[in-house]
């Protein structure tokens, strides 16, 4: 009676000792550090600079130690939080605007638990401390841009149909107006923009020559969201290579994305990263005798002493169309970029090689930079934030053969440069502008005591039940401290485990999760008891608790769960946050609660002789 098969008790041992061990990288709490990097990705950090700036840290009477060099950055680990941001204001000055020194965590989880990938959970900003940017796109001029290429895009397919017309021209509320030279044009470019353009509304205009096309709902709808996606995968991307820690970039709403940089104190160099996001233009040299060219500098000594390059306006296509971008190498081994392209932006580079065979084509890096600017309004000091545009050429080279939806870019200097053009083909494009129209900093020494605050709510919470449950229950009051201990292991081991990021109101979902644990226990004690004082015997009592509690239990927390999860679905961050920790504690407390009590239960007293059900005496 009341014994478990061995294969039970050795799945209730081995989830505990799993759950023990991925929560283990949680009790080794990082070091302070500083991390360097170059501002350009292409150049390899040296250890010039670590020697830099280990010597400016020492002439400060900063302590240092366990200094780490990779071809990215420097991880210099410091002996005094309190130093950080002295040591981060120090090397940086020491350094110059050259380098990009940022706050981070050193792990210190042993290496024989990282090598079954066992790491501590992520913090978020309000307890890690950071800078907090939310962030509006432009979808106006998104949309307005995309309508231009599709201008572009109308006027080379009507000509290949031999459709004739006067002109294509940008309206008022992202539209076009098709001006056809006669009626019979008219009807036979109605018909053909209905049959290759479905995502367009079209109505005909009076002077009955004319026809105005724009988005349909669902099209412009199709847009916004990809614009959203676009740039909340370039942010990630580009943040990560920067050496962020643990960065958020996350969708809030219709058009606008919430950008957090954990350990960044700096809100002027937070969005020197942020403005690394840019977009990418294919464009042909322009020839001799085109008055209508434009002239863009080459970036970054691209152009082999040639300082810059005369384009065309005309764009072929962006970096919105590149789908992949990876190095490879030549016969003679000297790198170059393979590039895929979506099938729209394939069938624009096939039409304008198989036309500019032997002419140069560039790829110009379009840099959007937010710029602030403080000014005095009502007598209220305000934050002025403006978008600043910055074009270079990175790639200049011959068309040597007609392609379409893949490429190879040749004429790179290095496997360095290389690298950095195939990161920008794959990550740099932002499909729309963005500018930030809220910031704030929340300090290390709050995330700190938030921590702290933390950590005193749970063991309090977790206190009070103790002394309750072991005053009422006694010895299953025992099998209960230690389901809920082990709960509070599993749930950490999650957030662990998945990668979840741990917040404020995290912890808050932690400490309801302690008193709703053990509410699980109580339903089953209390029901242990009533079956004993029905005339059961004491085994008998306690298998018809736990049996019989059960439904009650599960029906309790699968609805709880449910609201979890709602909050979950519909919640902001913090709201996220609280529905993450509250699933998690559901979840597992279904297992400590009720299997592994049960089987504390059977362990010690499966098989006995019992007088009496051990709960408000002493068991002897």
């Known amino acids: 009676m009341n014994r478990y098969p061995l294969w039970k008790n050795l799945l209730v041992v081995v989830l505990c000792l799993i759950g023990t061990l991925y929560a283990l990288p949680n009790i080794y709490p990082p070091d302070p550090a500083i991390q360097i990097a170059t501002t350009d990705s292409r150049k390899v950090v040296s250890t010039v600079a670590m020697d830099q700036a280990l010597v400016s840290l020492e002439a400060a009477g900063i302590g240092y130690f366990g200094e780490e060099v990779t071809d990215r950055h420097i991880m210099i680990r410091l002996s005094d939080d309190n130093r950080q941001l002295?040591?981060?204001?120090?090397?940086?000055?020491?350094?110059?605007?050259?380098?990009?020194?940022?706050?981070?965590?050193?792990p210190t989880t042993p290496g024989w638990l990282m090598a079954i990938g066992a790491k501590p959970m992520s913090l978020g900003l309000d307890l890690s401390g950071g800078v907090h940017f939310l962030m509006e796109v432009d979808m106006d001029t998104y949309l307005s841009n995309q309508m231009t290429d599709y201008e572009a895009d109308i006027k080379r397919t009507l000509r290949e149909e031999a459709i004739r017309f006067r002109g294509v021209t940008k309206s008022a509320g992202f539209s076009l107006t098709v001006e056809f030279r006669d009626a019979e044009n008219l009807a036979l470019g109605e018909k053909f923009l209905d049959n290759e353009y479905?995502?367009?509304?079209?109505?005909?205009?009076?002077?009955?020559?004319?026809?105005?096309?724009?988005?349909?709902?669902?099209?412009?709808?199709?847009?916004?969201?990809?614009?959203?996606?676009?740039?909340?995968?370039?942010?990630?991307?580009?943040?990560?290579?920067?050496?962020?820690?643990?960065?958020?970039?996350?969708?809030?709403?219709?058009?606008?994305?919430?950008?957090?940089?954990?350990?960044?104190?700096?809100?002027?160099?937070?969005?020197?990263?942020?403005?690394?996001?840019?977009?990418?233009?294919f464009r042909l040299e322009a020839l001799a005798?085109?008055?209508?060219?434009?002239?863009?500098?080459?970036?970054?000594g691209a152009g082999n002493g040639q300082s810059s390059a005369a384009l065309e306006r005309s764009v072929i296509i962006s970096g919105d169309n590149v789908t992949n971008a990876r190095v490879s190498y030549d016969q003679q081994g000297i790198p170059e970029v393979s590039v895929s392209l979506d099938s729209k932006g394939g069938s624009r580079m096939g039409q304008t090689t198989k036309l500019g065979l032997g002419r140069r084509m560039a790829v110009l890096f379009i840099e959007q930079k937010t710029e602030t600017d403080y000014r005095v309004i009502n007598g209220v000091q305000k934050i002025i934030y403006s978008t600043v545009e910055e074009k270079g050429v990175i790639s200049l080279a011959t068309i040597r053969g007609i392609f379409s939806t893949s490429f190879v870019i040749q004429g790179l200097d290095s496997p360095a440069e290389a690298s950095e053009l195939a990161l920008l083909l794959r990550a740099g494009a932002l499909a729309a502008p963005m500018k930030i129209i809220n910031e704030r900093t929340i300090g290390a020494s709050l995330g700190e005591d938030n921590i702290v605050k933390g950590i005193w709510s749970v063991a309090i919470g977790f206190l009070a039940v103790v002394v309750v449950m072991l005053a009422t229950y006694r010895l299953f009051g025992v099998f209960a401290v230690i389901a809920l201990s082990t709960n509070l292991v599993l749930v950490i081991a999650l957030l662990s485990i998945l990668g979840a990021t741990l917040t404020l109101p995290g912890i808050a979902g932690i400490v309801l999760t302690v008193g709703m644990a053990v509410d699980a226990n109580v339903l089953i004690f209390s029901r242990i008891r009533e079956e004993f004082e029905n005339g059961m015997s004491p085994q008998l009592a306690i298998s018809a608790g736990y049996d019989r509690a059960f439904t009650t239990i599960l029906d309790a927390n699968i609805t709880t769960l449910i609201v979890a999860?709602?909050?979950?679905?519909v919640g902001t961050g913090p709201i996220k946050g609280f529905a993450v920790t509250l699933s998690f504690g559901i979840i597992t407390s279904m297992f400590t609660a009720i299997v592994l009590t049960r089987a504390l239960s059977n362990w010690i007293l499966g098989g006995r002789e019992l007088k009496s059900v051990p709960i408000w005496e002493i068991w002897k």
């Open 565 to 569: 999860v709602i909050l979950y679905a």
């Open 198 to 281: 479905p995502e367009f509304l079209m109505k005909t205009l009076d002077d009955g020559l004319s026809v105005r096309v724009s988005f349909t709902e669902a099209k412009q709808s199709d847009l916004e969201d990809y614009a959203i996606n676009q740039n909340l995968t370039t942010l990630k991307n580009r943040v990560n290579e920067l050496g962020v820690a643990e960065p958020q970039v996350l969708r809030q709403g219709r058009d606008r994305i919430v950008v957090e940089l954990p350990g960044v104190q700096d809100t002027a160099q937070a969005k020197k990263i942020l403005g690394k996001s840019a977009n990418l233009e």
């Open 289 to 300: 005798d085109d008055s209508t060219s434009e002239i863009f500098p080459f970036r970054d």
């Open 86 to 106: 002295d040591a981060k204001a120090i090397i940086q000055r020491e350094l110059g605007d050259g380098y990009i020194v940022a706050l981070n965590k050193a």
